[in-house]
Nanobody, 126 residues
Framework: QVQLVESGGGSVQAGGSLRLSCTVS????????MGWFRQAPGKEREGVAC?????????ADSVKGRFTISQDNANAKNTLYLQMYSLKSEDTAMYYC??????????????????WGQGTQVTVSS
């Protein structure tokens, strides 16, 4: 059973930075996409960034140049990161990491991801 656990959320002033982490375990697939999504109150869950096992990335236009997704596959652990800079109040949301078996390019559609973490809250005050 694939398990994802997020951490690193919190409250920050606008213009500040945060780094989210997500530990992924329990999968035996040859390749797997991972992504970060977010959901603000009253809004649909939207894709923020995704990454393939070979390091290919994709970002939502709203975070390009401010957020960086990365992963660490060393020592049999798989950890996903989202480094967020220049945070804005509109970045306030619950952030989720997600995973899906696959190869090639990754996608930012939430419907493509069967495995999800519980989420970590990010609050940006102006």
């Amino acid at each position: 059973q694939v398990q994802l656990v997020e951490s690193g959320g919190g409250s920050v002033q606008a213009g500040g930075s945060l780094r989210l982490s997500c530990t992924v375990s329990g999968y035996t697939y040859r390749s797997i996409f991972m992504g970060w999504f977010r959901q603000a109150p009253g809004k649909e869950r939207e894709g923020v960034a995704c990454i393939t096992t070979t390091g290919g990335t994709r970002y939502a236009d709203s975070v390009k140049g401010r957020f960086t997704i990365s992963q660490d596959n060393a020592n049999a652990k798989n950890t996903l990161y989202l480094q967020m800079y220049s945070l804005k109040s509109e970045d306030t949301a619950m952030y989720y990491c997600a995973a899906v078996p696959g190869g090639g390019v990754c996608y930012l559609s939430r419907f493509d991801y069967p495995y999800w973490g519980q989420g970590t809250q990010v609050t940006v005050s102006s």
